[in-house]
């Protein structure tokens, strides 16, 4: 079907828009992609703002050890919808919907993405999609309570009826299906549609990471597409897959799951590495360090992540240990080698710390923590150990968190200049920063320490014997201030509004071609390409006597200073 | 120009010998004191080796965090903004790229070995057991099931407790009979989902006296929270005693 | 790469230059990678089948499971030639033979057709139903979501000879019959893999 209708943009070379309607009109049928990718980063962030509210109650709920702000029905609705809206609707989106939308583009030289149209059918799958997510509330049977992992068979009709979990499956088949369309989009973008000079290999890191996430995407997701169809069929048709009557298995849901929900992981991570690795080099005023080790790492990451899934069954006793947890330790090499990429490209450069590079630092910190602690969950005996426990909980906070929140952040307070032509103000985003920072780790290592005294997760009550209720109020706490360190950042954005600062094209001294136009970006995007020699055309344009090309004219210098 | 020159020099250096002596001096150190990093120390044998193989984890993730945080530091510190200079644009150092890449593939080779041993000490299933219990998980309780049919359920609001002798091998025969459980000893170091349609086996040999508790890690439904049980370690000849007038009990 | 980045930075209004046979439009591409997601769709549906079939105890298929290979297999040759006569289609489009590249795709549209009528049929005939067992279950999911492939191949392929017939000049068009090439080859290409592990191997 698409196939058919996508045929105007071949006519008209990738966009095509005569005319260009405004207000509300124009957001309900724009093509463009920067209109789409502003609804996206805007419809994700109601989503946090949903989610993080329901991480709220949560937390209002285990601030005692029988608390009693929800039923336990209740809660266990809302840490599957707080779990899914975030992974799904929230932290995907944002930057593979959002940035990338946005941005990509912009960075390759393109006047629009490939498919126009195709992407603006991505978004309103993700609306819809996520819409009926959120109407499982309204049913009688309330929303999924299986978490976002949906194990068979406690989401087999038996156990779970009702239309909520149903809603649940259609949800995430269609987010699925604007992942994948997005991916394609994206894909044959930065494939077809980069500006003449700009090769594969000075493409902006940002751009290859959107790319390799396009390639998890295509690679993942429809596994839980198919997955789903079974689940459903499971569900309403009678079908076998996961029942143990008729020769179904429990454990293949398990299976098909994580080899989607590790590299969704990934998926999440990636796009958010990509920002830092622009942010870092900007705030530094030098090139990011190792540019084709960072391409590689990425490239190896992502071909990891897909052999590891099942270190997340390590507890099943049906998955072979050795070969997972040694795929799943080796992931630390790629993942470290961009750590040191990006101190190295803080190393010896002339750092400025601006409210998106102090994010930055913040996510280094918080996701490096998370990190190590993955490692630990990647022995399989230590996993035995802390399997399903808070510690878990924790681990995987600090690495999402910290790359949709902290990196997530940065990139906002980055692109924002460029995505409105409007000024953050510095002392409130350093205020949100410090905020932020602090609550976020007083939420989730108090959690670690909960874990390892064996607190389970998806728990709304838990025992005094555990000795686990002040870690518990600390956590809550922590949780309760991430909330006001995001009403600052609402602050800034109406003070930004009501009382404008101009942004300039280029307020940070930029590198790379989305610098290289106005603020907000005119309709097809350029005006006029700077000539594009290396990886950062518009940083050349600006200090010639710097330019990277320089550098490849005079390889002795470069020796000796080596 | 002086200053990056001599940063990147000092950054090699202390990369290969200050910085990794100070992680090796560290790991002696927080070895002499053997701290738990919050874990318990394991009430099997099992357990046990399972905590020093956390500790060793810690040991390294501490040496790795010192070098990471240390260098992301000093960065932020000795090169913030103070002029508007325009640094030296280095793009790239191919020997400092393989220190770091080489060194943590290292590192991750000798967490693996150690992972190994370990792994296949504590999945270990013994042939000739000194005892086998096979325990049931269901929708939200336990059955725990002695060889002579003695058997536990919860009763009422009791939560079941499985009986175990001390320095004795267990070999426990997991089984569930509805959704996906997880039966799960904090203080055993110790959890193994019961699936549905599929048996588990391992080994739990118990080396303190004393009641632990135990209960259901895997989300299981409503009231997975409440899904508890404890875990009694005696003496052999108590664990005697116990099992025969269990089997009175339930005959 | 850079050939093809050079050639289509396009400045707005004008029209992309024709391209040649060898070198895939931007749709072509598009769904290329498109149909690299369908292929790790498929895959998942045949990883649960091995799954499925490796964790039956008794024998595979189980008992009083059986299928029609012949009369399958005589729909999967015509399935398979209706590539043939697709691709026959392409080429004369590529050669500005428009009419001749309609009644070509009005060909690969019966066989298509055809074969789907077949595969209602057969379902209605088998002696299981989807909760038969898991066999059956694979059975039915698996042809059902490659019958949906087909299809949803048959409705573009409608769509487009709506489009053809209705113009007498559409520089577009041969991007789009040639993309809509490669996502029939790879619905046959599917099926053989369903037919030789539904029907033949098991
Ligand atoms: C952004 C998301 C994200 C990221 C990046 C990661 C990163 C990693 N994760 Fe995490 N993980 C999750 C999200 C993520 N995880 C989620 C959501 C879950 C729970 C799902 C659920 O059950 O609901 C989970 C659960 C999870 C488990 C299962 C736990 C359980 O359920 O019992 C495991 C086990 O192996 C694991 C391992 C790892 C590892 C090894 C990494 C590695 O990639 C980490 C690599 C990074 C570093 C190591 C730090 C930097 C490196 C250096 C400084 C170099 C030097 C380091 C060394 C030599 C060690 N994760
Ligand atoms: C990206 C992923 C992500 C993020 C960012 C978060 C953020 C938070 N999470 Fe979440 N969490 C998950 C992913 C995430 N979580 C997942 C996958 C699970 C597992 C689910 C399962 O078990 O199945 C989980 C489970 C989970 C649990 C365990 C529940 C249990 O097992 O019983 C807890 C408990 O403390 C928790 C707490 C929190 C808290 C306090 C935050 C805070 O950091 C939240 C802070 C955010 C806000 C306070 C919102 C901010 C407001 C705005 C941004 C305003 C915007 C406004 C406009 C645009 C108008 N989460
Ligand atoms: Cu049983 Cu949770
Ligand atoms: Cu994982």
Redesign the interface.
Known sequence: ?T??A??????????SHNGEPTGMYKWLTSTDHKVIGKSYMYTSLVFLLIAGSMAMIIRAQLMSPNGHVVS??MY?ELFTIHGSIMLYLFAGPFAFGGFANFILPLQI???DM??PRLNALSYWLYLTGGTTMLLGFFTAGGAAA??WVA?A??SSYT?APGPGPDLWIIAIALTGFSG?FT???L??TA??????G???FRMPIFTWSMVVTGML???????L???M??LY??RH?????FT?S???????WQ??FW?FGHPEVYILALPYFGMVSEIVPVF????V?????LVFATLAIAALSTGVWAHHMY????VL??FF??LS??I??PT??K???W??T????????KTPMLFV?GF??TF??GG??G??LA????D??V???YFVVAHFHQVLAGTAIFAGFAGFYYWYPKLTGRMLRESLGKLQFWMAFIAFNLTFIPQ??AG???M????????V??HVTFLNQLSSVGAFVTFLSFVVWLVNLWVSWKKPIAAGDNPWDGHTLEWGTSSPPPH?NFTSLPPIRSQRPVWDAN?PE?A?HL?HELPKKEAI?? | MRTVRAGVRSFSELKLTRKLGVVLIGALALSSCNPTFGAYRGATTQGKDIFSLYQGFWYTAIGVAIVTFGALLFVVIKFRRKNDAIPVQRHSNVPIEVIYTVIPAVIVAVLFFFTVKVENRVTAVSAAPNLRVKITAFQWGWRFTYPNGASVVSQGANYPQMVLPVGETTTVTLVSQDVVHGFYIPEFNFSRYALPGFTNYFDLNPTKVGTFIGRCSALCGLYHSEMLFSVRVVTPTQFQTWLSQQKAATA | MRLMSQSVVVPEGSQVAPFGFNRPSMLGVGTIVWLSSEVMFFSGLFAAFFTLRANSTGPWPPAGIKLDVLQSGVFTFILLMSSVTMQKAVYEVEHHRRKSAIKWITITILMGASFVTNQAIEWTHVAFAPSTNSFGSLFFVMTGLHGLHVILGLVAMLFLIGRMAGRTQDPGEIAVVQSLSYYWHFVDIVWVALYSVLFLVH
Not at chain 1, 246 to 252: H, I, N
Not at chain 1, 284 to 287: A, E, L, M, T
Request: glycine share 10%; charged share 10%.
């Open positions: 079907m196939i058919a996508e045929s105007k943009t071949i006519e008209h070379g990738g966009a336990q029905q266990n030289g393109a006047p490939a498919f299986f978490g194990y068979p406690l156990n994948i991916a394609v989009n894909v044959t494939f077809y549609l980069r500006a003449p700009l090769t594969m995407i295509l690679i993942a997701f429809p596994i597409t198919a997955a169809i079974m069929c499971d048709l009678g079908t076998h897959f143990v008729g020769g179904g298995s429990p454990v293949m299976n098909l080899f530094s005023r030098k090139p360090f190792g540019y084709k080790g507890t099943t006793g049906t240990l050795p947890s040694a330790l080796l630390a090499v470290g080698i750590v040191f990429t101190i190295g803080m190393w010896g450069g002339n750092i400025s710390f630092i280094i910190v490096v923590m190590m602690t490692v630990m022995s399989p005996p230590i035995f150990a399997h399903d426990t670690y320490l390892l005294r064996g389970p997760r998806r728990v709304p009550v838990y025992l014997q555990d097809h200090h710097h990277d550098n200073r080596r």
